[in-house]
């Protein structure tokens, strides 16, 4: 959530406006208050009143009123945000932004605010790629202007390549890390996530697996990132949206043994690990190079174990700090108490299938966090991001 928050979106005249309610609306769900500047041509692909409908509060953009002569004091503007998002930014207003030029309401408010920015550049393919573009996009970085890559895809001239505004989910993801990095407890601090099933290959179209989703570990990713953390995610198969913060990097992988390999090369450089995934045991031991094709009435197939990869962690980890996960189904306390000890896990998050709304793709998790004493701490039912914060909290004041 980002309660109280105050963000000022600036909008400027390309085709790419017109997502910015939906932008706007993000904000607004989570209880930030927004208000909009539009430069002079910007009105012609998003109108003031939608804007002004959307975030609840007028919409500016003149430097001041022709009738009635009142000033729109832009100080005031950038004195008063916690973050200035540009979105879209076209290349006319980037180049004036690296320029310094003040020939409208959003100019000004950029040269005048005190708050981090953010901006989105959108324009053509050969426009993007243009060499004095690319100077103006390294002037703003100089300027410490947070600024988000261009997306590739089909542009309004028909074209297709590299020059998309972001979508408004990854522009408010980016905006609210910048917002909580200010403030992040783990700062210089580097976590290792894990998440999601692993696909074990029977042949080329069939495997075992598991029903887990990944969506545990990627609100564990974020959260870890909101604090200020440098997080890298290895994600199993999933379809699971993740954030497009600048501080969470994403290794996919299929099989436990690529986990296991992406967890050995990163393992020495970390500093805490959280280990949600839910990796298969046994794979078979040979993998059909054709379909199985379907013949006797039962089909017996051998199998081998799989790594660990959560006690290879345990058992070569220096400083790290590890936190595995147990799904039980019975003697829960016990069995995850045995895990904590022979895994040399430092605590063990527990979840049981016997709970109303755990489990596999759920929304919500009820858990338990064992430490090494074997303190026991219970939280209720709740929305995985939640689950996810107490988790995180937990860490940080287990912490050595």
């Given at each position: 959530?980002?309660?109280?928050?105050?963000?000022?979106?600036?909008?400027?005249?390309?085709?790419?406006?017109?997502?910015?309610?939906?932008?706007?609306?993000?904000?607004?769900?989570?209880?930030?208050?927004?208000?909009?500047?539009?430069?002079?041509?910007?009105?012609?692909?998003?109108?003031?009143?939608?804007?002004?409908?959307?975030?609840?509060?007028?919409?500016?953009?003149?430097?001041?009123?022709?009738?009635?002569?009142?000033?729109?004091?832009?100080?005031?503007?950038?004195?008063?945000?916690?973050?200035?998002?540009?979105?879209?930014?076209?290349?006319?207003?980037?180049?004036?932004?690296?320029?310094?030029?003040?020939?409208?309401?959003?100019?000004?408010?950029?040269?005048?605010?005190?708050?981090?920015?953010?901006?989105?550049?959108?324009?053509?393919?050969?426009?993007?790629?243009?060499?004095?573009?690319?100077?103006?996009?390294?002037?703003?970085?100089?300027?410490?202007?947070?600024?988000?890559?261009?997306?590739?895809?089909?542009?309004?001239?028909?074209?297709?390549?590299?020059?998309?505004?972001?979508?408004?989910?990854?522009?408010?993801?980016?905006?609210?890390?910048?917002?909580?990095?200010?403030?992040?407890?783990?700062?210089?601090?580097?976590?290792?996530?894990?998440?999601?099933?692993?696909?074990?290959?029977?042949?080329?179209?069939?495997?075992?697996?598991?029903?887990?989703?990944?969506?545990?570990?990627?609100?564990?990713?974020?959260?870890?990132?909101?604090?200020?953390?440098?997080?890298t995610l290895i994600l199993g198969p999933s379809k699971e949206n993740i954030?497009?913060?600048?501080?969470?990097?994403?290794?996919?992988?299929?099989?436990?043994?690529?986990?296991?390999?992406?967890?050995?090369?990163?393992?020495?450089?970390?500093?805490?690990?959280?280990?949600?995934?839910?990796?298969?045991?046994?794979?078979?031991?040979?993998?059909?190079?054709?379909?199985?094709?379907?013949?006797?009435?039962?089909?017996?197939?051998?199998?081998?174990?799989?790594?660990?990869?959560?006690?290879?962690?345990?058992?070569?980890?220096?400083?790290?700090?590890?936190?595995?996960?147990?799904?039980?189904?019975?003697?829960?306390?016990?069995?995850?108490?045995?895990?904590?000890?022979?895994?040399?896990?430092?605590?063990?998050?527990?979840?049981?299938?016997?709970?109303?709304?755990?489990?596999?793709?759920?929304?919500?998790?009820?858990?338990?966090?064992?430490?090494?004493?074997?303190?026991?701490?219970?939280?209720?039912?709740?929305?995985?991001?939640?689950?996810?914060?107490?988790?995180?909290?937990?860490?940080?004041?287990?912490?050595?």
């Amino acid at each position: 959530m980002l309660e109280g928050k105050r963000i000022l979106i600036g909008i400027t005249g390309g085709i790419a406006a017109y997502k910015i309610p939906e932008l706007v609306r993000l904000f607004v769900k989570n209880q930030a208050e927004v208000r909009c500047i539009l430069t002079p041509s910007a009105s012609a692909f998003v109108t003031p009143l939608t804007l002004a409908t959307v975030s609840k509060n007028p919409v500016a953009s003149e430097l001041f009123d022709a009738k009635t002569g009142q000033w729109t004091n832009h100080v005031e503007l950038g004195l008063w945000a916690d973050i200035f998002i540009i979105a879209p930014l076209t290349a006319s207003s980037l180049s004036k932004m690296a320029l310094g030029h003040s020939d409208n309401l959003l100019l000004t408010t950029f040269l005048s605010a005190k708050c981090p920015v953010l901006v989105a550049p959108a324009m053509d393919l050969d426009m993007y790629a243009h060499t004095s573009t690319l100077e103006n996009i390294d002037k703003l970085k100089k300027m410490n202007v947070h600024v988000m890559d261009a997306k590739s895809g089909e542009l309004a001239s028909g074209l297709s390549g590299q020059g998309r505004m972001p979508e408004p989910q990854e522009i408010y993801d980016q905006a609210e890390a910048i917002l909580y990095s200010k403030t992040g407890r783990l700062k210089n601090k580097r976590v290792l996530i894990t998440a999601g099933p692993t696909y074990e290959a029977l042949d080329p179209v069939r495997f075992i697996g598991n029903h887990s989703t990944g969506k545990m570990g990627i609100a564990l990713a974020k959260q870890f990132a909101l604090e200020g953390a440098q997080v890298t995610l290895i994600l199993g198969p999933s379809k699971e949206n993740i954030p497009a913060y600048s501080n969470l990097s994403v290794t996919r992988v299929e099989s436990a043994e690529e986990m296991f390999c992406a967890v050995q090369a990163l393992w020495k450089q970390m500093d805490i690990g959280v280990f949600s995934a839910a990796v298969a045991d046994y794979k078979p031991t040979t993998k059909a190079e054709n379909k199985i094709k379907k013949s006797d009435a039962t089909l017996t197939m051998e199998l081998t174990k799989n790594p660990d990869i959560l006690a290879w962690s345990g058992a070569n980890k220096t400083e790290q700090y590890l936190v595995g996960f147990a799904l039980e189904t019975n003697n829960e306390i016990e069995h995850a108490q045995a895990k904590l000890a022979c895994k040399n896990l430092d605590a063990i998050v527990l979840n049981s299938l016997n709970n109303a709304g755990t489990g596999f793709g759920y929304d919500t998790n009820q858990i338990s966090v064992i430490n090494k004493a074997n303190k026991i701490t219970n939280f209720e039912l709740l929305k995985k991001s939640q689950v996810a914060k107490n988790i995180v909290n937990y860490v940080i004041q287990d912490l050595p």
